[in-house]
């Protein structure tokens, strides 16, 4: 018989979590923030416990995010931008490379990096995953992020 180890219940660990978040399509972004700020304050963690760092843009959120974790001592950082499709393919290498960027330093660093950055193709795409009919990526990023700390709590 197998042993099942899951994150979606458990304790959760003390330490600060940041919020790396795009000032770029600010309205959409600063939805997203308090979709993942009101998903940490309900699962526990204080006002005090979650730090907010607003960026430039997308490209910027791996490089804040790795010091948040190198001179913060972050128990876990969740990014949050949004980047729209123009007329040029400038989007798609903005999102691989941060995507990557962020994958990369979730390994390196054994810690969460929640991905709340929105891909879209138009601003109505992006109204409805930051808080419209689709939901709110910034907290399913954050809901993620509090799976994997109780996963490692129980690990």
Known sequence: MSIEVSGVDGK???GKIAIVASRY???ICDSLVKGAEST???AGYSAADIV???VPGAWELPIVASR???QHSMIAVITLG???KGETTHDEHI???VSEALMRLSIESDSPVG???LTCNTVEQALQRSGGNVGNKGEEAAEAVLELLRLAEKM
Request: charge should be positive.
């Open 12 to 14: 959760l660990p003390k």
């Open 25 to 27: 399509n600010e309205a």
């Open 40 to 42: 940490l304050l309900e």
């Open 52 to 54: 907010v760092v607003r």
């Open 68 to 70: 948040m974790f190198k």
């Open 82 to 84: 949004c980047v729209i």
């Open 95 to 97: 999102n691989r490379a």
């Open 115 to 117: 991905f709340g950055l």
